[in-house]
């Protein structure tokens, strides 16, 4: 399976972005697909995942009410709406498919990364 993700880039806080993860390859072994990301001297933290099949979701607390993930089946691709950004959201951005989890064990597969930076 290969990941591609797109759409990230530099915003105000208070903007918004939209990233995009299309997936490609053996992907009918892909149970969820989810976001993580890393930011400079900081582990790979979970920001949300989504079940391939049902679409049941799971957000970190951190971005709860401001974050949205949606999949398109159709497409193989995954979507991640980020509201109300903020200077702390500023990381790279992953995508990742496998299992549905909160850690990165669960995932076998990864994208490139995408780079989100929130300017105060």
């Known amino acids: 399976v290969q990941l591609q993700a797109s759409g990230g880039g530099l915003v105000q806080a208070g903007g918004s972005l939209r990233l995009s993860c299309a997936a490609s390859g053996r992907t009918s072994s892909v149970v969820a697909m989810g976001w993580f990301r890393q930011a400079p001297g900081k582990e790979r933290e979970f920001v949300a995942v989504?079940?391939?099949?049902?679409?049941?979701?799971s957000y970190a607390d951190s971005v709860k009410g401001r974050f949205t993930i949606s999949g398109d089946n159709t497409k193989n691709t995954v979507y991640l709406q980020m509201n109300s950004l903020k200077p702390e959201d500023t990381a790279i951005y992953y995508c990742?498919?496998?299992?549905?989890?909160?850690?990165?064990?669960?995932?076998?597969?990864w994208g490139q990364g995408t780079q989100v930076t929130v300017s105060s």
């Open positions: 989504i079940t391939r099949r049902g679409g049941m979701t």
């Open positions: 990742a498919a496998g299992r549905y989890g909160p850690t990165p064990r669960e995932y076998d597969y």
